[in-house]
């Protein structure tokens, strides 16, 4: 299922969210196969928020490796515990990071990122891989992005 996304022209962050959500459910739904649920993801979520850099890495031997994105040029391989993805794997949870030059570690993939998000993927209580969202914007990350973000985070490792 190829369709257009409906994506509000005009509206908050939330109401966002709230008409893309069930439409990447709908997406990825009766997808099985994880790379393309993540291509279109990153592309849904790139294409409604216009995010700087929005994509995943999968936990690959021992450390993250880059995965489907949009966005600028990435770094392809991040260690357990380093850089914001890293921290997020290890801890198992979230990270908002409203400066990422106030990030202890941050990894600088490229200059223009300002703020970030990663979220863990989770499954069967394990960090399989995260979704990493970065805003060319200070402090352009809060609770919504994080309630729904997890929210579809949870959709990939479910029909994945």
């Not at 196969?33 to 021992?62: I, P």
């Not at 202890?104 to 960090?127: F, R």
Request: proline share 4%; glycine share 8%.
């Amino acid at each position: 299922m190829a369709e257009d996304l409906f994506i509000p022209k005009s509206g908050n962050k939330e109401e966002i969210y709230k008409a893309l959500t069930p439409q990447i459910e709908a997406l990825i739904g009766n997808e099985t196969d994880l790379t393309a649920n993540l291509a279109n993801v990153a592309a849904a979520l790139h294409e409604a928020f216009g995010f700087f850099w929005v994509g995943f890495y999968l936990v690959k031997d021992g450390e993250l490796v880059l995965a489907p994105f949009q966005g600028p040029v990435a770094c392809t391989r991040i260690k357990r515990g380093r850089g914001v993805c890293g921290a997020a794997w290890e801890a198992g949870h979230t990270i908002i990071v409203p400066d990422v030059e106030q990030f202890p570690g941050h990894i600088a993939c490229n200059s223009a990122s300002k703020s970030e998000i990663v979220v863990p993927l989770m499954s069967d209580g394990t960090v399989v891989g995260v979704l990493d969202v970065d805003s060319d914007k200070l402090n352009d990350f809060d609770e919504v992005d994080r309630e729904y973000l997890e929210t579809i985070c949870r959709m990939i490792t479910t029909s994945a």
